[in-house]
């Protein structure tokens, strides 16, 4: 049971696909309940109408558990943090209006959460009292899902610049998007990562972007992978079938060294040596091995994230709220979801 003194922070995340709600006492996580939506399984994809709609069967049990989990009083949580943006408008709806009800309920402040910055700060979650081994600042994190792919400079918990990011699709696209043309379902990420591990990544190349400074592209490796399998497909039609492990292990490949290189540079540039990682995409095998490999020989000091963050989950927004609550920085009732939103 925690004392009158505790910071206890309600996070609520519904930006896409998944409601969740987690409870975090002083940094500390005591609860991360996720409800996943099975309901888009036969679309090739979310459906926001759909998702909004099981965000609003979902949301009150899911909160319910999280309290329970945490072994708290309901009078006992300080403030509600809630995802703002960015996400599907309708997902981000069900999130808000719960959060409006709930603070003006329990006559506590909310706080609202830019989600991209849920990510970054997922590595300040404490598992447990004793548990010290954060980032320091200034640190680069890579954050890289289906939505983004991005550099960002973290000069403080709350202070965050976006020095390099995609300008066409996402990392997790890119995954998905090839995934798909294979006719793997979705999200292929997941699965080219399990197929790449019995191919040779160096068996096909594909092309690389040439973009300026820290920025990333990955429409150019789609459209290369696309013409690849159409050509190859003319002359043996099994051609996926029998290369899949091959396309899988060289796709993967070009993703990472696309995502390296230019991290590396801004590392460089920066004189940066504390890196983080963070995002879905973070949950892959191959990007993990090699930004260990690059930790030794580049002297960084490197912070994957537990596999529990990697996809979209509450406790991320519970601990940006934590910070936003030491600093005092609450949000209006009046405050509105945004589909599109900036990270500051
Ligand atoms: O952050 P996230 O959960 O949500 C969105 O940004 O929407 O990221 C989901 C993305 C998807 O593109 C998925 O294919 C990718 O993360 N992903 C992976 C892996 N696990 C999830 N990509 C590659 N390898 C993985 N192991």
Known sequence: MNSTNDIVILGIESSFDDTSAAIIVNGEIRSNIIAGQKVHENYGGVVPELASRAHQQNIVPVVDQAIKEAGIFLE??????????????????????????????????????????????AHFIKENATDNIQPTFPH????????????????????????????????????????????????????????????????????????????????????SFLYHLRDELKENPNYIEENKANLCASLQKTIIDILLIKLIKASKEKGINEITLAGGVSANSGLREELKLKAEELDWNLYLPDFKYTTDNAAMIAIAGYYKYLASEFASHKMVPFARMELK
């Open 76 to 121: 006992s949580i300080s403030s509600i943090a809630y995802t703002r943006g960015p996400g599907l408008l309708g997902s981000l709806l069900v999130g808000t209006s719960f959060t409006k009800g709930f603070s003006l309920a329990l006559n506590i402040p909310m706080i609202e959460i830019n989600h991209l910055q849920g990510h970054v700060l």
């Open 140 to 223: 680069l994190c890579l954050l890289v899902s289906g939505g983004n792919s991005q550099i960002i400079l973290v000069k403080s918990h709350l202070e965050m610049e976006v020095i390099g990011q995609t300008i066409d699709d996402a990392a997790g696209e890119a995954f998905d998007k090839c995934a798909k043309v294979m006719g793997l379902p979705y999200p292929g990420g997941p699965l080219i990562d399990k197929l790449a591990k019995e191919g040779n990544p160096n068996a096909i190349s594909f092309s690389k972007p040439r973009i300026e400074g820290l920025n990333y592209s990955f429409s150019g490796l789609k459209t």
